[in-house]
């Protein structure tokens, strides 16, 4: 069959329309915003996501050598062998992931467990399960450029929020989700614009007292322990600002940080203010996501201290950060999720609130196959004109807290679907969203 030039010509400019469609009808949501989907990947025009690109959103390993299944008991213990005469090796909290070596019908399950270990469980007490690829991953998109599936699913339900008025479009997302067990991040969105601190400005102002500690400006006591927890787990305003007196007061702590060259959006202009409304303090999504994964890699003072101390700050700002806090005083990454219950995720984090700016930025760590694996989450949804906000300030907290779960969701199922975890929380949102981002649409006919 020959194609004649004419033919070509048309066929290119078609597609070339087809892609400015598809890129308008993601961008228009953020029209008049300086903004574009993070790290905008400009391929050749519509082709589908390379195999390298979506061999970073499949597990590496081999599905047809290995049988999956997870613990569904409260406890189960591990044996040397086949039978309940046989010495326990370990005992395995729900959701503990494994890989079964027996057929499925045997009473007793030869599995191994990460790290490589052996042994032998009770087959009454485990699920089995086949891991699945989320459905756009067979598909075949006309666009790539998303940092990932998720970024795409989180762009388009905003868009779905707006669109059905559950939000105003003035609410504003900025968000940063790294994939730890790679570097690799998964989602971008907006990551350097600066917004009201509230009380996510702590996590900075511990990181200025590990700096002062370590270089032997402050001596550790008791007392300042106190203040630190009181700051972290209870977000005590009073012991925020005798820790930011302790260090020589908002300019002296700016200017440590600006040193470590971590912060770029941050800006530390008052203690917090009797009635804890502060609206001057700034800091970025970026800026929160940095330090927690320098925390996370126990790197949080920097080359110029000792791994020892380095090891030593940034397992106390963790543990500190892992701390649980005041019963009402709910998270927006786990609290009220499709996986709150779940006894085998873990999360180190801070929260932030004040009138007009929602955050949430922490460390999540959940069970797979293939050994425990972490990714960072860092939230912020903020109305710049916060007197725009009507009425009790609680309402709109509590609907920006609901849509910002709905995200730690798709999250939570991005994530467990990649390390092939047994996993159905959040997975309908997130493969709903996808395809509706990523799936090809018509030529418009304004076009």
Known sequence: MIIS?????????????????????????????????????LPSVLQNFSPVEQSKYKSGSSRKNNRYAVVTASALNIRSGPGTENPVLKVLPEGTHLLTLSPPH????????????????????????VPRDLPYHAGKFNSTFFTSPLEASILHYMKDVYSHKQLKREDILSVVIQDLATGALVASIRPRLGVKSASTIKVPILHAYMLQRFRGDITESLKFKKLLEE????????????????LGGTETIQQLLNKTK??????????????????????????????????????????????????????????????????????????????????????????????????????????????????????FM??????????????WFERVSLHMRRISEMTYAFISNRYESYNVCGRSL??????????PRPLQASL
């Open 5 to 41: 030039p004419r033919t070509k010509e048309k066929s290119t400019f078609n597609r070339f329309l087809l892609y400015l469609s598809l890129l308008f009808s993601v961008t228009s949501l953020y029209a008049k915003e300086e903004f574009s989907p993070a790290k905008l990947l």
């Open 106 to 129: 045997n009473k007793w399950q030869k599995v191994r467990i990460p790290h490589d270990i052996q042994g032998w469980v009770a087959q009454k007490y485990i699920k089995f399960y």
């Open 231 to 246: 700051m972290i787990r209870f977000s005590s305003n009073p012991s925020t600002n005798a820790v930011i007196k302790l």
């Open 262 to 379: 971590i912060y770029k959006e941050l800006s530390l202009i008052e203690s917090i203010p009797e009635d804890g409304r502060t609206y001057l303090n700034k800091i970025s999504a970026a800026d929160l996501n940095k330090i927690f994964v320098k925390i996370w890699f126990q790197r949080a003072l920097g080359s110029e201290y000792s791994q020892q101390n380095n090891m030593a700050a940034s397992k106390e700002m963790l543990f500190l950060l892992g701390l649980p806090s005041q019963s009402w005083l709910k998270d927006r990454i786990k609290a009220k999720t499709c996986f709150s219950s779940n006894k085998s995720v873990k999360l180190w984090d801070k929260t932030g609130f004040v009138k007009g700016v929602n955050g949430n930025a922490g460390i999540v760590e959940i069970a797979t196959p293939h050994g425990r694996k972490a990714y960072s989450i860092v939230m």
């Open 382 to 395: 903020e109305r710049e004109n916060y007197q725009s906000i009507k009425g009790d300030a609680a309402q």
């Open 430 to 439: 997130l493969t709903r969203y996808a395809k509706l981002a990523l799936a």
